[in-house]
């Protein structure tokens, strides 16, 4: 219950907050614009401008206090313009800087790990064909060492009998063509 009681007082109450609040934000506006322009009225008198108005009487006295404070507003302006854009750019240019630094660190750093990462496997990948290198020569070397072993008597005993070998497979070679022919 004391939950829904403070909710309602809450609906009830926050506009009203909120409209007061906005009143004092329009009243408060509305007294600085009138002590602005008391203000105004009151430094063109001293510096002699609207006796300058008054007296030329070809324009409106708003239509020039317009125009000169206008001109004073635009070069002060400009004036706050340049400042403010040479600062920006300055703290633009810092920003950058730091900005490249830490990039270019984070780069470097991520650089350096995928060398040494790299390195490693590349190492890795030479002992391993390394190895490989050793166990394929290794292998050849007795695979053609078996060779010869078991071919190595029935070549001696070949190049021992040439004869027997022409009488049982009679063959003639022809050094011009190349071609071996069976009698």
Known sequence: MPFLTLTAIFLFIGPVLFIGIATMW?????????????????????????NNILETGKR????????????????????INSTFTAKLD????????KLNEEVNA???????????????????????????TKETQKMI??????????IWPNFMRLSEEPILINKAYPMNLKLMDLDWEVR
């Open 106 to 132: 984070g780069f470097g750093k991520i650089n350096t790990e995928l060398n040494s990462k790299l390195t490693a496997e590349i190492e890795k990948n030479k002992a391993c064909d390394d190895d490989f």
């Open 26 to 50: 329009s009243n408060l506006k509305q007294k600085i614009s009138d002590e602005l322009s008391a203000h105004v009225i009151k430094i063109l008198i001293d510096l002699g401008i609207l």
């Open 141 to 150: 070397s007795t695979l053609l060492l078996k060779f010869f072993k078991m």
């Open 90 to 97: 300055r703290i633009n240019d810092d920003l950058n800087n």
């Open 60 to 79: 409106l006295l708003h239509d020039q206090i317009f125009t000169e404070l206008n001109d004073k507003f635009d070069t002060c302006i400009s004036d």
